[in-house]
């Protein structure tokens, strides 16, 4: 969000009333220091990621980076249009699953009971179990 001339100003003038006159220089004189500082670290970061990187550096897309064009009501509406993955069949039978569990009993003993499979036909609620 850009901070306008106005804006700047009520900063400057609540600065000066909270600050008062005498101290004023000292904490701009801070805050330039700072500001510095930050620059350096980012520039100093910027080169080091550019000799690291080599010729690689310049074929990247920076604007894929920005948070600033991502919309999260955009992703979410995304998400939820998106077909889910074939991973959970309805094909697959109860006793398939429930042979293999008992196949391996140190499985079917840690397994939670809320994993247990759903007889065929019944709608899964979650909140029933």
Known sequence: MPVHGTEFLVLILLA????????LPEYAAKLARVVVKARRLANDAKV???EQMGPEYEDL????????QYDPRRIVKQALLEPLDDAFSLDDTPAATSSSAT?????????P???????????????AT
Request: glycine share 4%.
């Open 16 to 23: 000066f009333i909270i600050l008062g006159p005498k101290q």
């Open 48 to 50: 080091q990621l550019k």
């Open 61 to 68: 897309d920076w604007r894929q980076y920005d948070p600033r």
């Open 103 to 111: 196949s391996s009993s140190a499985a079917a003993s840690s397994e």
């Open 113 to 127: 009971a809320a994993l247990t499979a759903v007889p065929s036909g019944t709608p899964w609620d979650p909140e």
